[in-house]
């Protein structure tokens, strides 16, 4: 057994004498015990929180849906400051249920406990919290509550990082159809602005055996739909031996017999090869979309940036890739208002939205991270500039974006369907190979199923559809 089976089995056995714990517990208030669990940030926070809940609902907490409960778990960003002043606000918010009820207990953990200011910040002003952890021992919830049980003191354990990768612990999958999968930890990048590769850690890649392993399982459980989860996927196995690349990864997870859907994100443009780029076109399963963050259109600036490419280089991808591939949607994240944007930066950004044409494109007011090397540049534009600069950013984007999403009007395309529409119970709402949404006539049981819609009206960033016939369930 190697250190990290040995580690899952020490948590197995700490789960199974709270399961013992929690039901004693449970009888003797004659309700059960129950959780909430809140998650902010990305996508790899979101897998962290399946982790978390599977271990609380093993040892025996009830879900629920209100921060009136008896464990309560946020799992926590820091990539910009906004972030942080929420988590900040709901703690003050629960001071009033743990009052009242002597058995509950509040835990944080994710990318903002990571940094020292923080927790020193908690353990000052937020007394009420009972466990702190950061993003390198998800894996260790349960012992963390069993070290509670057992102090009045806060417990709080964070890692500067970690080698080890602790597989095979419990998970509460939020789709029974879909589900992400992490292909690799960390990020060694440093781009200027982020946070990311300080509380996140180095780069770790799980072995390509155990993520086909984790994928056949999945499969065999009725996921047809995954996403593979990592900072930067273009560089995933690099540092594993023997080395892999992810484009050969992706060769053999679309060899898994029962799924049918293939995602991943997200795609540093500096790593993405041509091999890639030939796998996703050639292949049937790997979705049609790629999220290809370019940050800024400014050479000058995306080298402040640290981001190892320029204006043109990144131009010149997004070709090769619209040439190999038509009908990819491109998606992408900007920050506007880096410390050293100018006016003329600026207009190179908006050139680029206007050559790429995104399907869909987030954008962000650079906040300062305390750490980061941009954090100690001067700015060379006003606060007010730079909001002008984000609203005319914003409006050009979803400008293109409609005219971008409504290119497929009138086809006839494959829609996964994943739920009964939020606004109409009548229609069902799916997503497409290229992400967008479908809303058609549909019922509950069509839920995780394929079928081939008739894009009849394109309505801004989504569609509305008419069923054609049901395909490959
Ligand atoms: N300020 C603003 N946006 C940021 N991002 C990362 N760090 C910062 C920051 N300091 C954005 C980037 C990244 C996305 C996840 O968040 O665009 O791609
Ligand atoms: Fe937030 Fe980044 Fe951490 Fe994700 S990795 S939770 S976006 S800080």
Redo the contacts with the bound molecule.
């Keep these: 057994m190697n250190t990290s089976e040995a580690e899952a089995l020490r948590q197995k056995e700490i789960m199974n004498r709270l399961k013992e714990h929690i039901n004693g517990l449970s009888k003797e208030l004659g309700r059960p015990l129950t959780y909430y669990s809140v998650c902010f940030?990305?996508q790899?926070?979101a897998k962290d929180s399946e982790k978390l809940e599977g271990i609380l609902e093993t040892i025996g907490y009830v879900r629920t849906d209100s921060e009136d409960c008896d464990f309560l778990i946020m799992n926590t960003?820091?990539?910009r400051e906004n972030?942080n002043l929420r988590v900040y606000g709901r703690l003050g918010q629960l001071k009033k249920y743990k009052k009242k009820n002597p058995h509950m207990m509040i835990a944080l953990c994710?990318?903002m406990m990571q940094e020292s200011l923080v927790v020193e910040k908690i353990k000052q002003s937020y007394r009420h919290v009972d466990i702190i952890f950061g993003t390198h021992n998800v894996f260790k919830l349960a012992e963390l509550i069993e070290m509670k049980l057992n102090t009045t003191d806060m417990v709080i354990d964070i890692w500067e990082g970690t080698s080890e990768i602790v597989e095979d612990l419990p998970s509460e999958r939020k789709y029974d159809f879909k589900c992400g999968v992490n292909i690799m930890f960390g990020c060694n990048n440093f781009c200027t602005y982020c946070?990311?590769p300080y509380?996140?850690g180095r780069e770790r890649s799980r072995k390509p055996e155990d993520i086909i392993k984790e994928i056949e399982e999945l499969v065999a459980d009725g996921v047809v739909e995954v996403m593979l989860l990592g900072q930067n996927v273009n560089s995933y196995g690099k540092t594993l031996e023997p080395s892999i690349t992810f484009a050969e990864l992706l060769r053999r997870i679309e060899k898994i017999e029962g799924l049918k859907r293939i995602r991943f994100m997200t795609s540093h443009p500096k790593d993405l090869s041509d091999e890639l780029i030939d796998v996703m076109a050639k292949s049937k399963n790997i979705c049609k979309h790629l999220h290809l963050p370019v940050q800024s259109g400014s050479s000058k600036i995306l080298n402040d940036m640290n981001r190892h490419y320029t204006k043109e280089q990144y131009l010149a991808l997004v070709d090769k890739i619209k040439t190999a591939i038509p009908d990819i949607s491109l998606t992408t994240d900007i920050i506007v208002g880096f410390p050293t944007e100018t006016e003329e930066d600026f207009m190179e950004t908006l050139d680029v939205v206007r050559k790429v044409r995104y399907d869909s494109a987030f954008t962000f007011i650079y906040s300062k991270r305390t750490g980061t090397p941009a954090a100690s540049m001067e700015f060379a534009s006003s606060e007010q500039e730079i909001k002008e600069r984000f609203d005319m950013l914003l409006k050009e984007v979803q400008n293109i974006a409609k005219e971008t999403c409504a290119r497929f009007e009138g086809n006839i395309d494959e829609v996964l369907v994943e739920g009964i529409n939020e606004q109409d119970s009548s229609l069902v709402t799916g997503r497409l190979s290229n992400n967008l949404l479908v809303h058609f006539p549909g019922t509950e049981d069509m839920v995780g199923k394929f079928y081939k819609v008739k894009l009849t009206k394109a309505m801004g960033f989504y569609y509305m559809g008419e069923i054609v016939e049901e395909t490959r369930n």
Aim: aromatic share 0%; net charge positive; charged share 5%.
């Design positions: 940030g990305c790899m926070n960003c820091t990539v972030a994710g990318c946070i990311v509380v996140r």
